[in-house]
Nanobody
Framework: VQLQASGGGLVQAGDSLRLSCAAS????????MGWFRQSPGKEREFVAA????????NYADSVKGRFTISRDNAKTTVDLQMNTLRPEDTAAYFCAASNKPLATRTSEYNYWGQGTLVTVSS
């Protein structure tokens, strides 16, 4: 499966932003999906995950209550709605496909999109 993330940009603290990841190739609904982020000099970290049909989700503690992951299998997209953004949310955001539901480790994801940069100014 090929993944392409979009929607990043420069926003102010407190603003909202919605990222989208478009998938193509093999059947999208076969894959649990996730979002990760990476800041300069830091390791890539888990943000959110969603099961194949969107029944269950999982979030990093740092974004819980502010971010929402969702998917549309008909459109083969997975989105990340980010509210009440903070400067510490600044990072490149990556979508990824896994074979394991609600996986949180990068090693558990087999396919990755390119990053989309989110910059939150204070």
């Amino acid at each position: 499966v090929q993944l392409q993330a979009s929607g990043g940009g420069l926003v102010q603290a407190g603003d909202s932003l919605r990222l989208s990841c478009a998938a193509s190739g093999r059947s999208f609904s076969n894959y649990p999906m996730g979002w990760f982020r990476q800041s300069p000099g830091k390791e890539r970290e888990f943000v959110a995950a969603i099961t194949r049909f969107g029944t269950n989700t999982n979030y990093a503690d740092s974004v819980k209550g502010r971010f929402t992951i969702s998917r549309d299998n008909a459109k083969t997209t997975v989105d990340l709605q980010m509210n009440t953004l903070r400067p510490e949310d600044t990072a490149a955001y990556f979508c990824a496909a896994s074979n394991k539901p609600l996986a949180t480790r990068t090693s558990e994801y087999n396919y990755w999109g390119q990053g989309t940069l989110v910059t939150v100014s204070s």
